[in-house]
């Protein structure tokens, strides 16, 4: 694999984000259809491709989830943002080089400013930022899985922040998903489980995605008609961070 181009991807993927998030954030009553159209067109310019639209027929571009939808929500005609919003933007960048795929990976959680504006939600924000800062800290070669899982729910604890089993970070490189598959939590999952993420560690060079799915209310959720958004049973609000980290001797660097 060629660390320089995954590097160079991952820039390319934190600027997608930071673009995204301007038009979000200027713009008002913005579709979430209008900013999946303008990733295409970001990835055009720079000559790469969306990671998503199309894997297993998923319709978007990037993912673009607002709210009480937990993940996997993707642009649409009808849902305009407002101020208050709450706007996760996940985005995959893939490249192509010496015929072979590489993919980067990241996401994050912001609000759109103006009226509902919530402090609540800034805290949710902010709660998953250190999750994933501790998180990182703990990123190196050697690492068991299970530490990390329980750094994630030390500092969310703090915070009265609940992680989500549901959904895992993972490997990432020259597919999109790959092992290891790693948890941001142990509470609620079973023994074997645990065992597992006691017992698989990192190796240097492992490129993994770190990526804690939390809220302050109930983890139940169900999923939309459009078999995609997972959204709150109960309306409350989730967030999402994440980055592609590389795994390293003595911790890690920061791809996307």
Known sequence: MNLDYFRKLGKINRDLIKFLAGICVTNHNTTTASIDLAARDFFKLHKVKSGVIGYKHFPGHVCISINDEV????????????????????????GHLDD????????????????????E??????????CLSVARSIVEDGARLIDIAQACDAAADHFGLRITPQFSGHGIGNVLHKGPYLLHTVKGIPGHERAKLRNTTLTEGD???VEPIGTFGSLEMVLDPDKWTYRAKHGNIFGHIEKTLLVTKEGCEVIS
């Open 71 to 94: 993940v996997h929500g993707f642009g649409k005609d009808d849902i305009q943002l407002k101020p208050g919003d709450v706007v996760t933007l996940d985005c995959v960048t893939k």
């Open 100 to 119: 072979q795929d590489y993919y980067v990976d990241a996401a994050d959680t912001f609000i759109i400013p103006g009226e509902g504006w919530s402090e």
């Open 121 to 130: 939600n800034a805290m949710l924000i902010n709660a998953l930022n250190v």
């Open 207 to 209: 490129l993994i995605c």
